[in-house]
T-cell receptor, first 113, second 115 residues
Framework: SQKIEQNSEALNIQEGKTATLTCNYT??????LQWYRQDPGRGPVFLLL?????KEKRKERLKVTFDTTLKQSLFHITASQPADSATYLC????????????FGSGTRLSIRP | DTGVSQDPRHKITKRGQNVTFRCDPI?????LYWYRQTLGQGPEFLTY????????KSRLLSDRFSAERPKGSFSTLEIQRTEQGDSAMYLC?????????????FGQGTRLTVV
């Protein structure tokens, strides 16, 4: 069955450094991958989508890579700020139905001043 | 349009009672999703609609759960005979799906506590 794995341990880094989060998936080849941000008590907010034919995508301080051979996506936040502290979720279309979106468990990121 | 709206934001109910949640999606969106989320976990897929048709329902969703989307607009999620294990955040999301767009917009969620 389809599996999405994200670092379950929280990531704590110093302000100004680059945060790198990992998303690994198994058992199929999705046409795209999405990243969302979730703050406590709120719904997820879409950040970026990268397609299988794209190696890298950027949006302001965010960069996402998609390695379909390794079945892995990396999510980078450069020049991190305390306001970037949140849980970041990786999401893929469903294996049995590409119309549904399946989420990983998320990685909690804390940026200390 | 103010985005996806969910009501109520919080619900406390006694075990065995029925509860119903409402979701109002972004008006032009043709897809509507329901997810459940517990602490420290990602959103878990429950079901989704394409317009008024319910196209898929997770096998994790027991017979006590039912969802509707009459006329392809708002949706309701009902849980009958609630159990303590049903305590969670219930999230609704909507999207307008074509080849270029798959982004889901989420509501603030309904937090259910079963006592």
């Amino acid at each position: 069955s389809q599996k999405i794995e994200q670092n379950s341990e929280a990531l704590n880094i110093q302000e100004g450094k680059t945060a790198t989060l990992t998303c690994n998936y198994t058992n199929y080849s999705p046409a795209y991958l999405q990243w969302y941000r979730q703050d406590p008590g709120r719904g997820p907010v879409f950040l970026l989508l990268i397609r299988e034919n794209e190696k890298e995508k950027r949006k302001e301080r965010l960069k996402v890579t998609f390695d379909t051979t390794l079945k892995q996506s990396l999510f980078h936040i450069t020049a991190s700020q305390p306001a970037d502290s949140a849980t970041y979720l990786c999401a893929l279309p469903g294996y049995s139905s590409a119309s549904k979106i399946i989420f990983g468990s998320g990685t909690r990121l804390s940026i200390r001043p | 349009d103010t985005g996806v709206s969910q009501d109520p934001r919080h619900k406390i109910t006694k075990r065995g009672q029925n509860v119903t949640f409402r979701c109002d999606p972004i008006s032009e969106h043709n897809r509507l999703y329901w997810y459940r989320q517990t602490l420290g976990q990602g959103p878990e897929f429950l079901t989704y609609f394409q317009n008024e048709a319910q196209l898929e329902k997770s096998r994790l969703l027991s017979d006590r759960f039912s969802a509707e989307r009459p006329k392809g607009s708002f949706s309701t999620l009902e849980i009958q005979r609630t159990e303590q294990g049903d305590s969670a955040m219930y999230l609704c999301a909507s999207s307008y799906n074509d080849r270029a767009n798959t982004e889901a917009f989420f509501g603030q969620g309904t937090r259910l506590t079963v006592v």
